[in-house]
């Protein structure tokens, strides 16, 4: 059994900061109240965060504006993010961020090592966040039999509401994101063709 550790937060949204990173576990299927959602904002945003790692087992259930204001918050700190996950419904919202410029990657538990390297720890700290990491992840019941290994996703005891919710919440992000970016495009695009048009005007006249 994984030991003890003492988190901020709730149990559905809980961290602890380990060195420059902000450790976050999320609970699967559960939505996030906005108070507690802006307390985890505020630690992502205190100046000794510089690399934050995200965990969940199973697909996450933050809402669109939620998840917006996060991944605006990590662009803005230029923050290295890791998301330590089974649930591809998660890292399709890490690649979506990835999109609009966060830097941010997924891993699968048993990457966890990865993981840990990506967000700055040397090797000598490793072992030990990886610890502290698990039994984060494991503080109200272990979530596998295997600590770092997983093959599937399965509904731990403190999951409630229902993963097609969660998927059909992570695929509207998605679009949105995918809007955004088209959008984006679009205004770059613009811009040069306006500058190719100025150009083409002030080549004319010179002439």
Known sequence: MADKVTFEGKRELRWLQL??????????????QDKLWDQWLEAVAQPTTGYL?????GPTAPSNQQWR???KQMREQQLTVAVVTEARHNAALAKAASWLGT???SFRWGELHSACEFVGFDRAERIGARTKIIA???????????ETSASSYTHGSA????STDSISNSGAIVRETNDEIQSR???VQARLR?????RRAGYTSDS
């Open 69 to 71: 204001r996060a991944n």
């Open 103 to 105: 830097n941010i990657k």
């Open 53 to 57: 790692m995200i965990c969940a087992w």
């Open 19 to 32: 060195g420059p990173c902000l450790v976050t576990y999320m609970e699967a299927d559960t939505p996030f």
């Open 159 to 162: 999951s409630g509401g229902s």
């Open 185 to 187: 495009l679009a205004e």
């Open 136 to 146: 984060l992840r494991d503080r109200f019941g272990s979530v596998t039999t295997d």
């Open 194 to 198: 306006e500058r190719s048009a100025f």
